[in-house]
């Protein structure tokens, strides 16, 4: 059986295309890098400065100097370049990175994401998951569909600091895809044998179904 | 002793630091850290800083130093996390810190270095950070204005330096560096290397010598490794 990490990034995979400038965020969205296909040219770019990570180093290759934006030694693919903070965010401010793929705590029906504090405990900050949103020709969320305790992490309204407003094209949950649409928040897909029932009954938010999954789950 | 720009120790070099500065300081988490410097501030024992720097280092290294010391008492930075006595300062009140969008505080430190007072940027709109700051719609979109940051001091890590003062840096311990040493009134650079004027080939100095004032020499650098990941042969 996978775990429910596994089938997050198995569908976030998806949603990167030959020849794409990707900016993977901190955490489980990190580990797509891992599964793209050696076939597959992406440009991933770090927001430290690097675009073009390669794979981790081989144990002598290790260089202090050369790290990703989780502060993890990497080494930098053919064609990479590095440059400094300002020019690194004026790629993703600018709208040229293709897509980013970020973490989320939790994500409401507006598309708004919160993803970088909890009051009251320890705030460690934003890092560039405010620019990426902002900037980026296009935003996937991808996080667990319900909490420790069982409870929906798709809002109707985020309870946390926003991180942005309105920023979210697609998300990405362990039972299911949405994306955001001018008519609202549509669910297009439903994961790991779970239903549409299945999934209503743990969203908060409000959303519609695709009409093409209407027609596949009815087809069953 | 000094000659030209050069000084010949890092006392020397941040001698005129003073109780209150306010520190634009380069790196990102301890990628290219000018490391040396911060243990000329701790030895030395300035107090009451302002320091604006994307991370504040770990426990025991980096600009950590300067928080268990309790000489900083105000960060500006992007990201905190990985530092248990930041979090006990923060928490106590000891501590001032002011969070701000990584590429909100690149662009006002390049700003801030470029003669530009302030900039919109549709980054934080909708969020606490937009909090009491002037917002405008530019083609019906919401921008918020951010301020340039200029500091009094910036302490920078280069790779390479020549006598003037211009700066090669390597791979990604470029990060913030190339911008923090044009938003200082002064800007301390320490390097790994100083070579003589004409060495560097113009065409790949990354920081003209105009923005230095201050180049030391630093040996036996750690470069502390944060997360050593590696892959199987």
Known sequence: ?????????????????????????????????????????VMLQS???????????????????????????????????YFDSAESFAMIRGGHIDLAILGGMEVDQNGDLANWMIPGKMVKGMGG??????????????????????????????????????VVNRLITDRAVFDFTPDGMVLIETLNGHTVEDVKQVTEARFTVSPELERVTVGE | MKQGKVYGSFAEATADIFDGATLVVGGFGLCGIPEKSIT?????????????????????????LLL?????????????????????????????????????????????????????????????????????????????????????????????????GNLVFRKTSRNFNPIVATAGKVTIVEVEELVEVGELDPNEIHTPAVYVQRIVVGTDYEKRIERRTVREA
Request: proline residues 4%; contains cysteine; charged residues 25%.
């Open chain 2, 68 to 164: 268990q010391t309790r000489q900083i008492k105000k960060m500006i930075s992007s990201y905190v996390g990985e530092n248990k006595t930041f979090e006990q300062q923060y928490l106590s009140g000891e501590i001032e810190v002011d969070l701000v969008p990584q590429g909100t505080l690149a662009e006002r430190i390049r700003a801030g270095g470029a003669g530009i007072p302030g900039f919109y940027t549709p980054t934080g709109v909708g969020t606490p950070i937009a909090e009491g700051k002037e917002q405008k719609e530019f083609d019906g979109k919401t921008y918020l204005l951010e301020e340039g940051i200029v500091g009094d001091f910036a302490i920078v890590k280069a790779w390479k330096a020549d006598r003037l």
């Open chain 1, 47 to 81: 927001e430290n400065g690097l675009l073009g990570i390669g794979p981790y180093p081989l144990d002598h290759e290790v260089d202090a100097d050369e790290i990703n934006a989780g502060k993890e030694t990497v080494t930098a693919q053919s064609g990479a370049s």
């Open chain 1, 129 to 166: 998951a405010m620019d990426l949103v902002n900037g980026a020709k296009r935003v996937v969320i991808i996080m667990e569909h319900v909490n420790k305790h069982g409870e929906s992490k798709v809002k109707q309204a985020c309870t946390l600091p926003l991180t942005g407003r309105a």
């Open chain 2, 40 to 64: 000329a501030l701790q030895e030395k024992g300035v107090k009451d800083l302002t320091v604006v720097s994307n991370n504040c280092g770990v426990d025991d290294f980096g600009l950590g």
């Open chain 1, 1 to 41: 059986m996978k775990t429910t990490r596994e089938i997050i990034i198995e569908r976030a995979l998806q949603e990167i295309e030959d020849g794409m400038y990707v900016n993977l965020g901190i955490g489980i969205p990190t580990l797509i890098a891992n599964a793209i296909p050696d076939d597959m040219h």
